[in-house]
């Protein structure tokens, strides 16, 4: 196991990225978060760069400046180095990139890590249209809706990660702010259970607190069609049934009628 030094340099370190004409001399760094990128406000998230065996210090930054926010020194050569956010806030949303340093010179920096913290604005809501008992092999659209302002909608479907889709809101006449997702087709293979968030445009990596989880319900079309079948000779039979009754009191009330007669 590597052993490494965080130190935190709060935007004074005067190295900058690609300021080496040696930068790219390495394969280009890969970030990555774990145990990922979307967390809630609070939680703990470990923010990797993986580099090459000659990396000596490893570099992070995010967008919004372009001097590092944090800085890992390798005491021995090392391929990886880690970042680690104990309670993330708003100040940790954004977008990372990191990158290191070698006796070669400084690499290109990483692809944009998307670091989203939720937790911040209150719950939207979620319902499928026309209902949340689905055929299987239809399609199904789930609406995210609230009062609040929220200038898009994010769907996540639970069980299977980096999975989402965003959609711009629209006000509607009374008043929410909604958007619609079409979904499908609906299989009975797999568990379709989702959960919407909010978030304002200008703060596109601080998401709401997230709906109550919605749970698609699929029938088999062939069980369906068995059970119209069976409601179907359920009511022919008991159709039946009613018409051997009057005729059964049919029957008695004229043996009775002779015999009143008789009486008299």
């Not at 890969?30 to 609070?42: N, Q």
């Not at 939720?118 to 026309?130: C, H, V």
Request: aromatic letters at 10%; a neutral charge.
């Amino acid at each position: 196991m590597i052993s490494t030094l965080i130190v935190l340099f709060h935007l004074g370190l005067s190295l900058e990225p690609r300021t080496t004409t040696m930068a790219g001399k390495f394969p280009t760094p890969t970030i990555l978060a774990e145990p990922d990128s979307v967390v809630t406000k609070g939680q703990s998230v470990t923010i990797w760069c993986l580099g090459t065996e000659e990396a000596q210090v490893y570099y992070l930054y995010k967008e919004e400046g372009s001097k590092s926010l944090k800085t890992q020194t390798a005491f021995e050569p090392g391929n990886k180095a880690n970042f680690s956010i104990p309670f993330t806030t708003e100040y940790h949303a954004g977008l990372y990139h990191c990158y290191y340093y070698s006796p070669a010179g400084l690499s290109e920096q990483s692809n944009a890590l998307e670091l989203v913290v939720t937790g911040f604005y209150s719950k939207p809501s979620i319902s499928a249209l026309p209902s949340s008992l689905v055929t299987s092999g239809r399609n199904v659209t789930l609406q995210c809706s609230s009062h609040q302002g929220y200038g898009r909608y994010i769907l996540t479907k639970e069980g299977e990660q980096n999975v989402s889709w965003t959609q711009n809101s629209q006000k509607h006449p009374n008043g929410q702010f909604l958007a619609l997702f079409p979904v499908g087709p609906v299989t009975s293979k797999h568990r379709w259970a989702f959960r919407c968030y909010g978030y304002y445009k200008r703060t596109s990596q601080m998401w709401s607190v997230p709906s109550e989880t919605l749970q698609l319900l699929v029938s088999d079309s062939h069980s369906q069609d068995h059970t119209v079948e069976n409601l179907i000779r359920m009511a022919v039979a008991g159709l039946i049934l009613v018409v051997l009754g009057i005729l059964l009191f049919e029957a008695q009330k004229s043996q009775r009628s002779p015999q009143d007669s008789g009486c008299r």
